[in-house]
């Protein structure tokens, strides 16, 4: 894989991270807290989203978990051309349904 291809990977991962923290509505704070770490590991977070670091594996994992977000989610993020725009209105509607 050449260089640019892996800089564009990193920065879309970089943007997904940081689009699924603040969908949560949570603070480098809170995450870094719900990931069982102390206040210091936000500037870890915020090495990822500015795709100055990639998180290991397990640090990805809790990242999501401590986002309520999962892999798919993800993955939606880094690939938005897959999206299915009726799946999408789809879901939304049963989220909508869940709330009521």
């Known amino acids: 894989m ?3 291809d892996q800089e564009n990977r990193r ?3 970089s943007k997904a991270l940081e689009v699924l923290r603040e969908r949560s509505g949570q ?5 870094a807290r719900r990931m069982g770490e102390d206040p ?4 870890q977070i915020s090495l990822w989203e500015s795709g100055q670091a990639a998180p290991a594996i397990d640090e990805l994992w809790r990242f999501l978990d ?3 977000s999962h892999f798919g989610e993800l993955d939606l993020e880094l690939n938005p ?3 299915n ?3 999408r ?8 349904m869940g709330d009521g």
Not at 40 to 43: A, E, G, K, N, T
Not at 89 to 96: G, Q, R, V, Y
């Open 89 to 96: 209105e789809i879901a939304d509607e049963l989220d909508a």
């Open 85 to 87: 725009p009726r799946l």
């Open 11 to 13: 920065q879309r991962l």
């Open 40 to 43: 210091s590991f936000c500037s």
């Open 2 to 4: 050449s260089l640019p």
């Open 66 to 68: 401590a986002v309520s």
């Open 27 to 31: 603070s480098l704070a809170a995450t």
């Open 81 to 83: 051309e897959a999206r």
